[in-house]
């Protein structure tokens, strides 16, 4: 049987709140500080029961890392590292090969490079699977939205990252035009230039997402930013924006403003078999965020390897997870929207209210 384990962490101290309720009646930083001073790594679950179409099983365990999105980019790196480095040793004492790093535990230092070097089992990020699952999701809404992929224009939010980089190069090909959106100039041009020699695409660069984003019809959001970037008023009536990001780059408010857009969550998987993950996070049963996933995958197929690992990606290596996954059952789990599921009605509507928009400003 396959084993692995997959750190987890809160994203603010709403999370800590759910599982200490006290928190939510402190100021955010003392709460911050308690976790800091008192709390370290620990098991928070076993998982069981996933299991592949072609019959291979595998368990893991989720691992907790108690440390907000805010204080593992504001603390110290080594710091934090450390303390990263001890929730996967935990991992590896629990029994597991394999340990994937979720959220911001995969952002800080170097992408996973040194904490895979202070331990015995191989360590993945899980970004891989993420962008294979994101631009499938982005690329089946924009179709149910009624958009010609080869006529649109699409986007990519923090294009220079590991993530938005892959994004880009498996997008040029299907879309019309490709912008590629982040706050460096020179490093935008260097990604389209990659993109230009691999694709005959007509791929742009902006360090102005306010007026660039109202030209896309189909967007993927993957910046590592801890406020969101994404308002209402930024997006044309019947985009699709696929939020591959934690913290989430697309504010609330879209969903509460636009019902012409479409927000969907990034790298949401269903996964094979009677699964218990024995932990809430948020998800219907048997769904995972794909960074989850993907270190499952890699315990089914028995490739305890570094799969996802650093700053930079391959579309070969993004291809290939994809190729695993079907392999083994694993498959986009629909569409969810700010912790919900995406109905037909809902997306019919949106649609709806696109063609009203469009009627309006023609």
């Not at 629990?94 to 535990?105: M, N, Q, S, Y």
């Not at 939010?157 to 498996?170: D, E, K, N």
Request: charged letters at 25%; a neutral charge.
């Amino acid at each position: 049987m396959g084993s692995f384990a997959f750190i987890l962490h809160p994203l603010d101290v709403s999370d800590v709140a759910r599982k200490y309720p006290l928190a939510a009646q402190l100021p955010p930083r003392w709460v911050e500080w308690l976790l800091k001073r008192f709390l370290r790594p620990k098991p928070l679950s076993h998982i069981k029961g996933v299991r592949s179409t072609l019959g291979m099983e595998a368990e893991g365990w989720f691992v907790g890392c108690p440390l907000t999105a805010r204080q593992m980019m504001e603390e110290p790196t080594e710091w934090v590292l450390a303390r990263i480095v001890e929730a996967g040793r935990v991992a590896q004492e629990l029994g597991a090969r394999i340990v994937g790093l979720g959220a911001f535990t995969s952002v800080v230092g170097d992408g996973g490079i040194t904490v895979a070097r202070h331990l015995d089992i191989a360590v993945t990020t899980g970004n891989s699977y993420t962008v294979a699952t994101a631009v499938e999701g982005a690329r089946k809404a924009a179709e149910l939205l009624g958009h010609s992929l080869p006529e649109a224009v699409a986007a990519v939010i923090g294009a220079t990252g590991s993530i938005g980089r892959v994004c880009a190069h498996l997008l040029a090909p299907d879309v019309g035009e490709l912008w590629l959106i982040g706050r460096n100039w020179e490093r935008l041009e260097a990604v389209a230039q990659e993109v230009r020699e691999r694709n005959e695409a007509k791929v742009r660069v902006s360090t102005d997402i306010r007026s660039t984003l109202p030209l896309a019809d189909v967007v993927i959001a993957v910046t590592s930013a801890l406020d969101t970037v994404v308002e209402p008023e930024d997006l044309k009536p019947g985009a699709v924006v696929a939020d591959v990001a934690r913290p989430r780059d697309v504010s609330r408010r879209v969903a509460e403003a636009r019902e012409d857009v479409l927000v969907i969550e990034g790298g949401v998987v269903e996964v094979p078999g009677p699964v218990e993950f024995g932990f809430n996070f948020g998800f219907p049963p048997r769904t995972a965020y794909a960074c989850m996933a993907e270190t499952m995958i890699l315990a089914l197929e028995g490739r305890y390897e570094p799969f996802s690992l650093g700053r930079e990606l391959s579309v070969e290596k993004v291809q290939e997870i994809q190729r695993l996954a079907q392999r083994h059952g694993f498959r986009l789990a629909g569409f969810r929207s700010f912790e919900r599921p995406v109905t037909e009605e809902q997306i019919a509507r949106v649609r709806e209210r696109a063609e009203q928009a469009r009627r309006r400003k023609s």
